[in-house]
C-alpha cells in the first residue's frame, strides 16, 4: 500500500505511512463512493459563515485538488494533494500555490486574483498581520520584474525563492496544511 522505495525507516518515514493510514481511513468513511463532489468537500470542511470570497476559495482549492477536471477528488488525487502539502519540496509547492492563484487559468497571476484569493485565505485562517492589499503591493513590488502588473509561474517561482521573507509569509499564509486538518477535524467529529 505504501511506497517503501527509498526509505531511510526514520520516524518522518514512519509518521508520514500512519498520517496517510489515518487520511485513507477518514476518506473511505466519509466518502464511500471513493469521490468527493464539490458539495461533499464543502460539507466535510464544516466551514460556518463562510464570506463569498473564503467560499470562492474553497471551491479553487477543489479545483486544484481535481487534477484530472473530472468534477471529482477521488482518493488518488486527495493523497497526491496532501503529501504534495505534507512533504513537497518547496519548488513542487509553488507550482502547486501559482496553480491555486491563478484563478482564471490564463498563466498569469494579475493583483486582482492575489487579493481575492489572499483575502480568502485570511477570512479562513484569521492571518491578519498585514492587509490583502499590503500583502498583494508587496508581492507585486517585490517579484513583478517587468513590471506588468501580472506574475508568470517563472517570475513566481524565481521571486519566491530568491527574497528568504516572502517565502517564509507565502508559506505560513497560503499553507494547505490548515485547510487539511479543518477537513481532518471535521472528519474526527464526523466519524
Keep these: 500500500m505504501f511506497d517503501t522505495r527509498g526509505a531511510s525507516g526514520s520516524a518522518d518515514d514512519i509518521n ?4 496517510h493510514h489515518d487520511w485513507y481511513t477518514k476518506f473511505v468513511k466519509e466518502c464511500r463512493s471513493g469521490q468527493l463532489c464539490l458539495h461533499e468537500f ?8 463562510l464570506t463569498p470570497e473564503a467560499n470562492n476559495y ?17 482518493f488518488l488525487e486527495f493523497i497526491a494533494a496532501i503529501n504534495l502539502v505534507i512533504r513537497g519540496k518547496i519548488d513542487q509547492k509553488l507550482k ?3 496553480k491555486l492563484y491563478d484563478a482564471d487559468g490564463n498563466g498569469c497571476i494579475d493583483k486582482k486574483e492575489l487579493l481575492s484569493i489572499f483575502t480568502a485565505i485570511q477570512a479562513i485562517n484569521g492571518h491578519t ?28 517561482i524565481s521571486g519566491v525563492e530568491r527574497d528568504g521573507n516572502l517565502m517564509d509569509l507565502i ?9 487539511l486538518k479543518v477537513i481532518q477535524n471535521s472528519r474526527r467529529h464526523s466519524i
Design 42 to 49: 464543502k460539507h466535510v470542511l464544516d466551514l460556518p459563515g
Design 129 to 156: 498581520d498585514m492587509s490583502a492589499e499590503e500583502f498583494t503591493n508587496m508581492v507585486f513590488q517585490n517579484i513583478d520584474m517587468n513590471n506588468d502588473g501580472e506574475l508568470t509561474l517563472e517570475e513566481f
Design 96 to 98: 502547486w500555490y501559482f
Design 171 to 179: 508559506t505560513k499564509s497560503f499553507d494547505l496544511s490548515s485547510v
Design 58 to 74: 474553497v471551491e479553487q482549492v477543489f479545483h486544484t485538488f481535481d487534477m484530472n477536471k473530472d468534477g471529482f477528488i477521488d
Design 16 to 19: 508520514a505511512m500512519e498520517i
